[in-house]
């Protein structure tokens, strides 16, 4: 090795300040590539996290957050990054790059995992498989309030005004309970099992303002609610959802606009409206908005898989069991959910 070879080690405490100046000046980090997810994701879900930075002359080259999800339901795989929309390699130079991607691929075998999962936003691995299934949504925010009005399609734009006239008004959560009542709802009527609320709660502890809840109220009635995260000059409304109360009053419409004029009056210039998967109500609510979709790609290293795996709910496999979860009461939901959401991130 060079002196000007990187050397990827583990992350430690005394390099996570390094570690997130490097995300935040580097083009290619994102909100989720924070050294913050770590605590996360060991203190919410009990996951083993392997964030491996690389280093030469004792500066930060290049970074990649890897979590490790083993169940046996779902199955033992190495991901950047869990719970996350984007992850995989950040890196200054190519050297840094294929120094992470060999360490990775390494740590996959020493592991046995079945797979290592890398979700970029652009193709980094052209000889990996690839999951196209999802997309996401990106678009600039105007420095003034009428412009993105206007660039809402008139049959949303009418939704948006709507819920203005039924005097709706939005409110920051300073804990995660109003928002998980409604979120756990929006959830279990997608058939889909529901995060703790412990998640959100440390989401919040350890971003701080960082990590926002905005709540709809109408009148005294809480009908929608967000959780979004801010990230240089961008805003990312990630956990939203509402009760059937929302729909009468345009909540949802109502509540992404708030979030957007209110990273507006923040100076924020980039609204990213998260993944969604192709052929879903999501990706068609947000492309409504006039949000084209870009396509993300989740690439894999086989390990002991011989293909890459499906826990989407698109799968048929998961069909009966989604009809189930519809079914059931709420509460049993959110007892339960929580024990199989952390191995679904």
Same mark, same amino acid.
């Given at each position: 090795?060079?002196?000007?070879?990187?050397?990827?080690?583990?992350? +430690?405490?005394?390099?996570?300040?390094?570690?997130?100046?490097?995300?935040? +000046?580097?083009p290619e980090g994102t909100f989720f590539h924070r050294a913050g997810w770590r605590e996360v994701l060991q203190r919410a879900f009990g996951h083993r996290t392997h964030y491996l930075v690389a280093r030469a002359g004792g500066e930060v080259r290049g970074v990649l957050p890897l979590a490790e999800v083993k169940s046996l339901l779902f199955g033992h795989a190495l991901v950047s990054t869990p719970f996350c929309v984007y992850g995989g390699i950040v890196a200054a130079d190519e050297k840094a790059k294929s120094a992470l991607e060999r360490a990775a691929c390494a740590l996959a075998r020493e592991l046995e995992v079945d797979h290592l999962e890398m979700r970029n936003r652009r193709r980094q691995h052209p000889d990996w498989p690839v999951?196209?299934?999802?997309? +996401?949504?990106?678009?600039?925010?105007?420095?003034?309030?009428?412009?993105?009005?206007?660039?809402?399609?008139?049959?949303?734009?009418?939704?948006?005004?709507?819920?203005?006239?039924k005097g709706l008004r939005a409110e920051i959560d300073a804990n995660p309970h109003r928002h998980y009542a409604m979120y756990s709802e929006s959830l279990r009527n997608l058939g889909t099992p529901v995060f703790s609320k412990r998640y959100l709660a440390t989401l919040q502890d350890v971003f701080g303002a960082d990590c926002e809840i905005l709540t709809v109220m109408h009148g005294d009635e809480a009908v929608a609610s967000v959780l979004s995260f801010y990230f240089r000059d961008e805003v990312l409304p990630y956990y939203g959802g509402g009760t059937l109360a929302a729909r009468g009053v345009s909540g949802n419409d109502f509540m992404y606009w708030s979030v957007m004029e209110r990273a507006r009056e923040g100076g924020r210039r980039l609204f990213d409206y998260g993944r969604s998967k192709r052929g879903t109500g999501s990706y068609d609510f947000k492309t409504y908005w006039g949000f084209e979709p870009e396509p993300l790609f989740y690439e894999y290293f086989l390990v002991k898989q011989a293909e890459m795996p499906n826990l989407s709910p698109t799968n048929p496999k998961y069909e009966a069991m989604i009809k189930l979860w519809r079914r059931m009461p709420l509460a049993l939901t959110q007892l339960i959910g929580p024990r199989l959401a952390k191995y679904l991130g």
């Open positions: 090795m060079s002196p000007s070879d990187p050397e990827v080690q583990r992350l +430690t405490p005394e390099l996570e300040g390094a570690w997130d100046a490097f995300v935040h +000046t580097h999951k196209d299934l999802y997309v +996401t949504f990106r678009k600039a925010i105007a420095a003034d309030s009428e412009p993105n009005m206007l660039a809402i399609p008139r049959k949303q734009r009418a939704m948006v005004r709507k819920g203005v006239q």
